[in-house]
Structures are given as C-alpha cells and as structure tokens.
C-alpha cells in the first residue's frame, strides 16, 4: 500500500485531497480515482523514483529484485509480451531490448506522456496503449506472457475481471506473472520506521485505502485482498499457480521506498510476486 505523506502533497493539493475514509468503492469510483491519482502524480512520481526504475529497466519490487537476474518471465525473445498498469514503462523498454514484441497499458495518460517521452529518448519503442486492465483492447490468444510489476492489480475493485482479461488474451501455457505489495502490510501503518511494526487493523478486513476531497468524492484508492482471494481468483480465472515469492530484504540494502525499509524488510515480506500460467 503506498504511502501518502509529504511526498504527495503536490497530487493531493490539486485534487484537493482532505483525507483518508473507511468504505466501499466500486469499480466506477476506483476506475475515476485512479485516473485522477496517477495523472496528477505522475511528474513527482518519476522525480523521485525516476533514478531507481531507470529508462530501460525491469525493476519488480522495492526489495530490488530484478528481472534480469530471477528470470521470472523465462526466455523472452521473440515473444509477444503484454505489459498490464506499465506506467512510464520502463519494464516495457527493457522487454524490448531483451528481443520481445511489447504491448504496454496504463489508464493514465500523465504516466503514458512519460512512457512516451522516454520512448522518444532511449530509442526503444514498445507499442503504449491506454486502456483499463478490466477490458484489454486486444484479441484473445495474443500474447505468450504477461506481466505487471504493481501496476493495475491493487487498484481495481474486483481483480477477477483483470484476470479473466488477460487468461483470455494469453495463448495456452502463457504465463502470468505479477507483483503486489504483500497483502500482510495491510495490518500494519504506512511507516517505514518503528511505528510501522505494530498491529492496526485486521488481516481480514477488506475496506480500501481511500483518500476523498471535501465533497466525498474519492482521489485516491487501493484495494486489499488476502493471499488467499488472490489465489481463488486466479484459479477461477484458469490460472495455475506455479510460485509465490515473497521476498526477503537483501543483506546490506539501505533505501527506504515509501513504507518499505530495512527494519520492516527484515522482520515480514513487504512485495507477493505471483508467478502463474494459462491452463488450457
């Protein structure tokens, strides 16, 4: 769940954020939120975690692990790859330079200005798309792999259409791999220091994170779901759960990442990377 303090003060002034609420948001709301969210967001996003991501990089989690060296996606050259929730996509671009054919969606046209713009400056062209994870603009069986490094999953309402959505534009045996803050860290404040270790809410409790204005009206949402409705819905969606990884903080790693940090790193898992395949 990221964290809003100071460092978004300029994405919630604009929206004209007040603060959290406790209740339901449907998929209407979350899909208006979000949009407003990541474009009013998105310069001071890339200002700051710009340097981390890189140009051409896939990074899959604070934790630092890359896809590079864990291979999670398998042998990706002359593959087709669709890239869900890819932000300024700089996974999308490293895809490319590893020799895939790459599709890339995001919902906000801010984060997409950015992809685009980087596009125009690596000289490595994934093909951008903007478009909702719930109704991907592409034929069925038209990727061999998909992936989706925190983008879209966390921030829509039901994540079973998102899956039903791409099962059905992967061929059969394609894989589906995703990362997600760990569902564990909803227990917990958003903190990176000792105040983030102790207990404030229920595992089970599946209200939203939700930022409103003045009027009610959401500006931000992120959605909670335990490990295990994450895992019912994939096999619902005909996925085959290959591998959870949840990864450990690596020994001698310093940078704090919004509520992820060495303290909290080593004590329980901050990221859940799914890693699945199309039945069928």
């Not at 992967?170 to 990176?192: E, K």
């Not at 102790?198 to 003045?214: G, K, L, M, N």
Request: hydrophobic share 40%; charged share 20%.
């Amino acid at each position: 769940m990221e964290t809003h303090n100071d460092r978004y003060a300029g994405a919630q002034t604009t929206l004209g954020t007040v603060g959290p609420a406790r209740r339901r948001v449907d998929a209407a709301e979350s899909v208006a939120a979000n949009i407003a969210w990541w474009d009013a967001d998105a310069d001071d996003y890339l200002a700051d975690h710009g340097p981390t991501l890189g140009d051409a990089d896939f990074l899959w989690c604070p934790e630092g692990l890359r896809e590079q060296d864990l291979g999670l996606l398998g042998p990706v050259a002359g593959k087709d790859v669709l890239e869900v929730g890819c932000g300024s996509a700089p996974c999308a671009r490293w895809l490319v330079s590893q020799g895939a054919r790459v599709a890339a969606v995001d919902l906000s046209a801010g984060m997409l200005r950015h992809a685009a713009r980087l596009n125009s400056v690596t000289g490595i062209t994934p093909l951008l798309i903007r478009a909702n994870a719930e109704q991907l603009p592409f034929g069925s069986s038209s990727f061999d792999v998909a992936c989706s490094a925190f983008g879209a999953v966390p921030f829509v309402a039901d994540v079973r259409p998102v899956f039903d959505e791409v099962f059905r534009v992967l061929r059969p045996g394609g894989r589906w791999v995703f990362a997600v803050t760990h569902p564990i860290r909803w227990i917990f404040p958003d903190d990176p220091g000792p105040a983030g270790l102790q207990v404030i809410t229920s595992y089970f409790d599946r209200t939203p994170y939700v930022e409103v204005d003045a009027s009610g009206r959401a500006t931000y949402v992120e959605h909670h779901r335990t490990l295990g409705d994450y895992i019912r819905a994939l096999t619902g969606s005909g996925f085959v759960l290959a591998d959870l990884i949840e990864p450990e903080w690596p020994e001698g790693y310093e940078r704090e990442w919004g509520q992820w940090s060495p303290l909290r790193g080593e004590l329980f898992p901050g990221t859940a990377i799914f890693c699945c395949r199309r039945a069928g």
